[in-house]
């Protein structure tokens, strides 16, 4: 099985991976580390500013790695805001019965409300080097995310009223039917 958590940025996609891997007992690959090896290794030239191109450059990548445990029948926990909104467009239908996927994102309210403390859990699981989230921006990307959904059918999880993480792994595993 390999599940993916998509969304936007700082809404706990890592934090939701890391409880799914303690769980479960599954490996999970964040995909900002892929992003920083291409980067670091100067196997491009997008910079971290670069998320909607970087979404489309590493997702091939990514796509056959998920293909590689699939057929190897292993499971894979893989999270970050880089899947895009029509990834089942590169697997088959078989492949297909393999994976889930959940989208977090958070409502604009909940983001106005306490934008202190998600940005207070931005190094939650890790340590992010000079990461200072805009508000602003987040609105808009959770936006996006949200639409993004919508439009592809993808389970869409919004935190809306309080972030409680045992409440969303069990949100989480229900939208996945896990």
Known sequence: ????????????????????????????????????????????????????????????????????????????IVEGCYIPAEWQESFSEDELRRIRCVFVVMSEAYLRGNFDAVRSCAN???????????????IRCSQYFKSECIEHGIPCLEICERFDLDELVAEAEKLMGL
Do not use: C
């Not at 900002?32 to 196997?43: A, E, P, Q, T």
């Not at 890790?126 to 921006?137: N, V």
């Open 124 to 138: 939650a699981i890790e340590s992010r080097a000079a990461d200072d989230p805009d508000l602003e921006r987040l």
């Open 1 to 76: 099985m390999v599940i993916l958590i998509g969304g936007s940025s700082h809404v706990g996609k890592t934090l939701l991976a890391q409880k799914l891997l303690e769980k479960y007992h599954w490996p999970y690959l964040s995909l900002d580390h892929l992003k920083m090896g291409f980067i670091r290794s100067g196997r491009t030239e997008l910079t971290v500013q670069d998320d909607y191109e970087m979404r489309y450059f590493l997702w091939p990548f990514v796509a056959e790695m998920i293909r590689t445990v699939i057929e190897g029948k292993q499971n894979l």
